[in-house]
């Protein structure tokens, strides 16, 4: 399990001590920092804005990877970007022209991913395989942490592993939601390259603990 990326999400982090808890997985050896944007729309939460990144960019030298649950994405990819996302990944189910949308993001200088909720099939990605840096699957349906893994993931991680393999694409394969101990090697396995994990780290009481052993699951 070689090459496997641990990226935190800081949904369930305490907010109050955002810098600190940003600091505890960094010593526990995360590889990026993972940032839920939720607008009350899109999905049924609410989270932060392009200024609350650009904090959390002060406070890491780690790639940040922006996830952006929201309405028309389009209108704030420039924003995020500027403050400090490397990553950002936009969904296929709120993007209307997702090709162009994704070039954009290229060409504002950051690495694009598209994400796909659970009942989105791996086929409607087709057209853009090519030129997405990240696919981000979508284990539990968006909107709140602590839901449980939806196991036909499995099933689209190994489908898009597959489909990389025949093409030599070189996109990541990100799976965000339900992952923890007693399923991370399954997820592991089946093609997954970047983990995003939240309550299991930090509702943990030793964050750094806890994201130590994650990083040795995947070492």
């Not at 010593?27 to 650009?54: E, R, S």
């Not at 403050?83 to 070039?103: C, D, F, P, S």
């Not at 709140?144 to 093409?167: A, C, P, V, Y």
Request: with cysteine; hydrophobic share 40%.
């Amino acid at each position: 399990m070689k090459n496997k990326i641990l990226a935190p999400s800081i949904l369930t982090a305490d907010f109050s001590n955002l810098s600190q808890q940003v600091r505890a997985v960094e010593l526990g050896g995360a590889d990026w920092i993972h940032c839920d944007i939720m607008d009350g729309q899109f999905v049924p939460n609410m989270t932060f804005g392009p200024i609350v990144l650009q904090a959390i960019r002060k406070s890491t030298k780690l790639p940040i990877d922006a996830h952006l649950m929201i309405k028309t994405p389009d209108n704030l990819i420039e924003d995020f970007i500027k403050a400090g996302a490397n990553y950002v990944t936009v969904h296929q189910e709120e993007v209307v022209h997702l090709h162009r949308t994704l070039t954009r993001i290229h060409d504002l200088g950051a690495k694009a991913g598209v994400a796909v909720n659970p009942a989105t099939p791996v086929a409607s990605l087709t057209e853009v395989l090519s030129i997405v840096d990240m696919i981000l699957v979508m284990s539990v349906n968006p909107g709140f942490g602590g839901q449980k893994f939806i196991e036909s993931s499995i099933r689209k991680i190994k489908e898009l592993d597959q489909l990389r393999t025949d093409n030599n694409y070189k996109y990541l394969i990100q799976v965000d939601g339900g992952i923890g101990l007693d399923n991370i090697r399954t997820v592991s396995d089946a093609g997954c390259n970047s983990f995003v994990i939240g309550n299991s780290i930090f509702k943990n009481d030793n964050i750094t603990a806890a994201t130590v052993e994650f990083k040795n699951i995947l070492s």
